[in-house]
């Protein structure tokens, strides 16, 4: 008996495996590994034709962001960003300026005020032309203090070095007024020497317009109609992607794409004024640092 008691307690006794509970707990894990497979696939690749998903070039499904001015400013009111196109890519900034500023920079301006021209092509000279019936002035870069803090806006919206910028230019536009569809970017040499090609336009609306002057896109891509504004354009308004001017709105446009090649859809133009008068501020902005 004493041997067969240390033969037991010297070599342990074979422990019986219930085989069919591991092929279950194996199988089940298989299974929990290709649902989160499918789920995961699912997630991240999206049904085409889902009524979620937002549709190309469809302008209505584009999402709006919010900013907030700090609550401790008297004039403290909502400001967002509201992007409007892919094709130039454009979007506006409601409220980029205050009322004040707006008749401020319209204030200093009317003394100066000629009549607007346009860019030869073949010289890069400014001449006077029928496509453009406005009249302007241009405010020398970093005027004034009122003007610097704008400009300094303008850099911290579009990611631009103040630096880059050329001087603010003012317009107005009366009853009958207008620019015909036009590029922002140069097709000469001559006036890329300093600064580089035009990268980017912010045209500042000063005055509300009580019909026509819009701005208009006409190479755009989109369902212009679908805009909840659509009723409210002018017969040039429904031309493309048009922008109804606002006091204190600012209109963002690129015009050249993210791989630095030239967008012929950022063509663009003024629509005759209508009713009313129109006055707005333009900053364009240079891929190099534009001496003034």
């Known amino acids: 008996m004493a041997g067969k008691g240390r033969q037991f307690y010297g070599k342990a006794a074979p422990r019986r495996v219930n085989t069919s509970s591991a092929t279950l707990l194996t199988y089940g894990m298989i299974i929990l590994f290709f649902g989160l497979v499918i789920f995961i696939s699912l997630r991240i690749l999206s049904i085409p034709g889902d009524k979620d998903s937002p549709k190309p070039h469809d302008l209505t499904t584009i999402a709006h962001a919010s900013v907030h001015r700090d609550g401790s400013d008297a004039e403290a009111k909502d400001q967002w960003?509201?992007?409007?196109?892919?094709?130039?890519?454009?979007?506006?900034?409601?409220?980029?300026?205050?009322?004040?500023?707006?008749?401020?920079?319209?204030s200093i301006a009317k003394p100066h005020m000629e009549k607007s021209s346009v860019v030869d092509t073949?010289?890069?000279?400014?001449?006077?032309?029928?496509?453009?019936?406005?009249?302007?002035?241009?405010?020398?870069?970093?005027?004034?203090?009122?003007?610097?803090?704008?400009?300094?806006?303008?850099?911290?919206?579009?990611?631009?070095?103040?630096?880059?910028?050329?001087?603010?230019?003012?317009?107005?536009?009366?009853?009958?007024?207008?620019?015909?569809?036009?590029?922002?970017?140069?097709?000469?040499?001559?006036?890329?020497?300093?600064?580089?090609?035009?990268?980017?336009?912010?045209?500042?609306?000063?005055?509300?317009?009580?019909?026509?002057?819009?701005?208009?896109?006409?190479?755009?891509?989109?369902?212009?109609?679908?805009?909840?504004?659509?009723?409210?354009?002018?017969?040039?308004?429904?031309?493309?992607?048009?922008?109804?001017?606002?006091?204190?709105?600012?209109?963002?446009?690129?015009?050249?794409?993210?791989?630095?090649?030239l967008d012929p859809s950022s063509l663009h133009g003024g629509c005759p004024v209508i009713k009313g008068n129109k006055w707005s501020s333009t900053k364009w902005m240079r891929v190099h640092e534009y001496k003034a």
């Open 81 to 106: 960003v509201e992007v409007i196109s892919w094709e130039p890519r454009a979007s506006i900034y409601h409220g980029f300026l205050s009322k004040e500023e707006c008749e401020y920079l319209i």
């Open 122 to 261: 073949e010289t890069g000279k400014s001449k006077d032309s029928r496509v453009r019936t406005s009249s302007g002035t241009f405010l020398a870069r970093g005027r004034d203090k009122i003007v610097q803090t704008i400009e300094k806006r303008i850099a911290d919206f579009t990611f631009i070095p103040v630096e880059h910028g050329e001087g603010l230019q003012i317009l107005h536009y009366e009853v009958g007024q207008k620019y015909e569809p036009h590029f922002d970017y140069f097709m000469d040499e001559f006036n890329t020497q300093n600064g580089g090609q035009r990268i980017a336009t912010l045209l500042m609306y000063l005055s509300d317009v009580e019909e026509g002057g819009e701005t208009v896109f006409p190479a755009a891509a989109g369902n212009f109609s679908s805009l909840p504004w659509w009723n409210e354009l002018s017969e040039c308004g429904r031309g493309g992607l048009s922008v109804k001017p606002k006091m204190g709105d600012a209109l963002l446009f690129w015009s050249m794409r993210p791989d630095a090649t």
